[in-house]
């Protein structure tokens, strides 16, 4: 939170005083339960999880409990890819209940009981970690996380089970990136701890890593949130192991997670596909913890949704050299920057492909598998995003002005219509952005920036969450013809921070725009906002929408065929419906109810937009007719 707020401040030099982009940390996330299971299963050594192969709850084959969240987000560079978190949301995605500017209990994280019966101290039984604190290190505006507290601390507890007792054997107290990369020239941090005390040489031996937290001071209503990060990875517990404190592992691996085959979206419209989408080449990070250099070999092939191979790309055999001690990645261009060699096929219909990538260490073999695969799945669908689907902070404005502009750029290739947009807000603690007002908007490109209006909602909407932490889709009261670079956004009522998305996987902040006053700015933060344009009548098939209008008035059924019926007018109200296309295919006036003949021949399945104006609201209400023949 620290770090956010100086952001805030940097920011304050170079936009106007009255205006300023803030970032937050999350104040809930979506997060799946784990339920604590039994201890009686037990894991045989090696224990290894360098949470590369999944995400989410830790795996189930080696963790009792789950309050840490397996992710790819808030560490950069660790060791393999991958990484386990510990911070102030529970295993629900919610603050913990008790926490607060004084430390407190966060996340504990348990391991199976792992089965030391019968070893000795002669066994050389080593434990060994890797962690690094939240909030990185460089331009703060580009830092991830937040950095703990010196109040704060991350712990390492061994159980005896003899004397049914936890001990702690290492912890560490709050601390920066920086301060590290300053005692130690690296970001990430070695830990092993020899097993020599007989006590805990018994089946029933488990570990368990845990950490305190401490909420930051913000008087401002909505602006406390996830804090003091912990992330751990390539847990290792095993034999016949030197405790050597220079780490030696004959292991070749990815170290971030693939990346889009398309230059600019990690998803777009199938009808906005053209060859030129293609990027030219593709960054692939690859790692050798071992000693000395090892030689690799490096594939990526192409699949689609039946698991057909369409395309594969063979790097060959290359010398990975060792990370240590220089930090050091394959640069042979073969396998860490290889050509896109392969096109998508022009669909006529959403498709998705999976890109996945391979890299094999090729002479005695790696020591762990798990790291050896990355995978991207390159969706064709009605939408652009740019973002990977999950949040790292919550993004919005803070400014004196009463009205707020935001604007996210958009390039088609061929005309469309956009019909509704998908938002992810981001759920605060005590809701508090639940009710602010804003207004969805369109804007034409002015030289790189945006220009003319070319939509806005006639009615104000909220945010809405959809149960917990999902993109909601707002329809658009009547469809928009766009073509070229089109600026999506929403015009915001108030100055409230609104809290939306932010995923800081892919920087787009040269495509980000605000205005709060005469002159619109363009974002520094890195990252992507998560809000996506949907285009076409299949955009809003089929898709529960946050309600806007009137509970007195009922459009039913809704799919209709045939015919479809309103019932609550008023005497004299006005009936429009309009066309995805923005055409207005049935106008009349009604008494207290209306019939809407929809015949086969004149009203396509699709959806279409009725504005009923009756003189009790302005501008009038509006509703959404499903026609499904």
Known sequence: MVAVLIVCILLAVTVPLTAQEVLLPLQSAPRVHMVQKDAATKVELPFFDDFSNYEGIPAADRWQDGGGYVNTGYGPWPPTIGMLTLDALDAQGNLYAGASTSPFAADTVTSLPVGLGGLTENDSVVFSFYYLPGGGSGNLWERVGDTPNESDSLYLDFYKPGADEWVTVWSRGGVSVDTLVARTGRDWQYVVVPITDAAYFDSAFRFRFRNHCTLDENSKSGMVGNCDQWNIDYVYLDRGRDADSIPVFRDVAFVVPAQSFLTNYRAMP?????????????????????????????????????????YRYDGGYENAPPFLPDGQYQTAQMHALPVVGYTFPLTASPDTFEVVHVVQEGVAGDMRRQNDTTRFEQVFGNYYAYDDGTPENGYGLTSTASRLYLAYRFDLNVEDTLTAVDMFFNRTRNDENANVPFYISIWEDNGGMPGELLYRDNFSRTPSFDGFNKFVRYVLEEPVLVSGSVYVGFEQANNLFINIGFDRSNNTADRIFYLTGTQWQQSILSGSLMLRPCFGTSATVGVEQPQYADDDIVVFPNPAAGRSFMKGLASGAQVEVIDMMGRHVYVAEAGSQATIELPSDRWPNGVYVIKVTDGSSIGGKIFKLCVKH
């Open 270 to 310: 199938h009808r906005q596909f053209t060859m030129q989408e293609m990027a030219p080449a593709v960054e692939v990070t690859i790692t050798n913890l071992y000693a000395s250099d090892l030689a690799s070999r490096y594939a990526h092939y192409v699949v689609n949704k039946s698991g057909d191979t369409l």
